[in-house]
């Protein structure tokens, strides 16, 4: 018998996976905080790239791990906007991610920037 098979007879109970250890139990943060300044100056770029691209498919994708994998590493990218205006923000509103829109507001990304078209992220819904 294999060692989780002694432990479901014997009544114990099986490991579904390595233990957590502390480090993973920390509330998710980025790597770095992203200043005021930052943040202004990355809105004020309105264009398509690897980034954008890039989040819009993890968001629309609904891929949280990857996302919150990207946004550790690179926290800046929460603030980048397609050439529309658009952004993370958006399009989460766009494909109801609550759970996208409430990590982004934990990065400082406003629900109350306009893209091109005059329309704020929730007036999307």
């Given at each position: ?62 891929d949280?791990?990857?996302l ?22 958006w ?12 990590v ?22």
């Open positions: 018998r294999s060692e989780e098979q002694k432990k479901k007879v014997q009544g114990k109970p099986i490991s579904t996976g390595p233990d957590r250890s502390e480090e993973q139990r920390q509330p998710w943060k980025p790597n770095r905080d992203v200043g005021k300044d930052e943040i202004k100056k990355i809105n004020s770029i309105w264009e398509d790239n690897e980034e954008t691209t890039l989040l819009w498919r993890l968001i629309s994708n609904n949280m791990k990857g919150m994998t990207h946004l550790a590493h690179s926290p800046e990218d929460a603030h980048r906007r397609s050439s529309d205006g658009r952004g993370p923000m399009w989460a509103h766009e494909h109801g991610r609550k759970n996208v829109i409430r982004l507001k934990k990065l400082g990304v406003s629900s109350n920037l306009k893209d091109a078209s005059g329309m704020t992220p929730h007036e999307e819904l």
